[in-house]
Every structure is written in structure tokens, then in C-alpha cells.
């Protein structure tokens, strides 16, 4: 995989770190799906203190956020829909199948205060994309620092970035922030695009895909029933 990335890098990254959202259109489409995706959000924030943190579903993340203010709420992994999940937010789902190449879709919830270390993702031959859903205001409070190029986000908007620089993030404020937050295919062509769906070919057969879809699963079977009666109860 490191050979296919640095091929990746010197030929199409050219230290790009933010990318234009016009370049991709569906996000436009994203966005204006945005209201009806905060409305589940919404509801998903009702059983917030059950959520896990991302470390206990992805364990390699322990190594960024070794407390539990880092809460996701997943709904698909690389061939993996959640399919509870997808029950709770049809319409974010909805969204989402409008993603061409999507690998990856979650709620991602920082929680008052959390700031995410300099960390970087493992392979760049996908893109990060965020909408925001939940921003505390002013922005300036929340942003996230990629290569050194610093954006804040904003309800309803979506930023583009190559996590396989070196990022960091931060709410410094005193409520929670709420994004989307998808990895796709990084559009590529020719060679490039081939040998990209082969390293992500063998992502999809993955012990860690596996063993993340796993750990959800076990989170579902004890948490699942209580986590849907607080959301009704507070609806």
C-alpha cells in the first residue's frame, strides 16, 4: 500500500491540502440535504452519553483520543452499511448513496472542550469530506488544521480535504460539535485509478474493517434497545 500511496502523492497530490468544492457537485447535493440531516442528528444527540467513542470501535484511533470525547455514530465501512443505523437517519442514508466512491460515513461529535492531536490518515487514495451539522458560534471556536492550512466549519457548508497530512482539530467551545463525515475514492485516472481500487479492494477484506464492524455489532446487541427508548422518551 505505501508504494501505491507515494505513486499517488507525486502524481496527483501536489501538496494539495483543501480542495474546491465546486470540483466535486454532488457535494452541492449534500448540502442541500443538510436540514433533514440534522433533524436525525438531533434526535441521535438525545442518547449522546451511550455512544462510543471512536477508539472503541476503531482501536487504532486510541492513539489520538485516548478519552471518550470523541463520539461517532457510524452508518457505513467499506462495504459495511450499518443497517440499524441507516434505519435511524433514512434520510442522511438517502444522502449518502449519492456519494460516488463512498468508503466511509458517520456522525463525528467532538465534545465541548476536545481538541484531536496531529495525527495523519494511512493512505491518501481517499478524500475526507465534512458537512457541518452542529457548529457552536461563533465558528472561530472549531476548526481543524490540515498541513498548516487552517478552516473552521459552518452549518450547512463542506470542506474537502487529504487527511494523509498531518491534522489536527478542535472545539474550544462549551457545547458539542457535530459534522458528517465521509472518506470517498480520490478521483484518479488511468494507472493510478486501478491500482487505487486494488489497495482498496484489499481495505474492504481487512481485520480491521472486520473487527470495527464487530465491535458496533456488540455495542448494538447492549445498548441498541436502551439507546432507541431514550430517543423516544426525549423526542
Not at 29 to 51: C, N, S, T, Y
Not at 85 to 106: E, S, Y
Not at 132 to 155: A, D, T
Request: hydrophobic content about 40%; glycine content about 8%.
Amino acid at each position: 500500500m505505501r508504494h501505491v500511496e507515494q505513486q499517488i502523492l507525486s502524481a496527483e497530490n501536489g501538496g494539495e491540502r483543501f480542495f474546491k468544492i465546486k470540483d466535486f457537485p454532488w457535494a452541492k447535493d449534500i448540502e442541500q440535504a443538510w436540514v433533514g440531516m440534522r433533524k436525525e442528528m438531533d434526535l441521535i444527540l438525545l442518547a449522546l452519553d451511550l455512544l462510543p467513542a471512536f477508539g472503541e470501535i476503531r482501536i487504532q484511533e486510541k492513539r489520538h483520543s485516548a478519552d471518550k470525547r470523541w463520539k461517532i455514530f457510524p452508518l457505513y465501512a467499506y462495504g459495511h452499511w450499518v443497517l440499524e443505523n441507516t434505519v435511524r437517519c433514512p434520510n442522511t442514508t438517502a444522502a449518502l448513496k449519492g456519494i460516488p466512491g463512498l468508503q466511509a460515513a458517520m456522525f463525528s461529535i467532538l465534545r465541548a472542550g476536545k481538541e484531536l492531536e496531529l495525527h495523519r490518515g494511512p493512505y491518501n487514495g481517499v478524500l475526507r469530506y465534512h458537512l457541518g451539522l452542529k457548529i457552536p458560534k461563533p465558528e472561530i471556536q472549531c476548526g481543524i488544521s490540515v498541513g498548516g492550512e487552517i478552516r473552521n466549519w459552518y452549518e450547512g457548508a463542506s470542506l474537502i480535504f487529504d487527511d494523509s497530512h498531518l491534522h489536527e482539530a478542535w472545539n474550544r467551545s462549551s457545547e458539542d460539535r457535530v459534522v458528517l463525515f465521509v472518506d470517498f475514492t480520490r478521483p484518479l485516472s488511468g494507472e493510478l485509478r486501478k491500482l487505487n481500487d486494488e489497495v482498496i479492494e484489499n481495505i474492504y477484506k481487512s481485520d480491521w474493517v472486520t473487527q470495527s464492524a464487530k465491535r458496533w455489532g456488540d455495542w448494538e446487541s447492549i445498548f441498541g434497545r436502551e439507546f432507541d427508548r431514550l430517543i423516544a422518551t426525549n423526542a
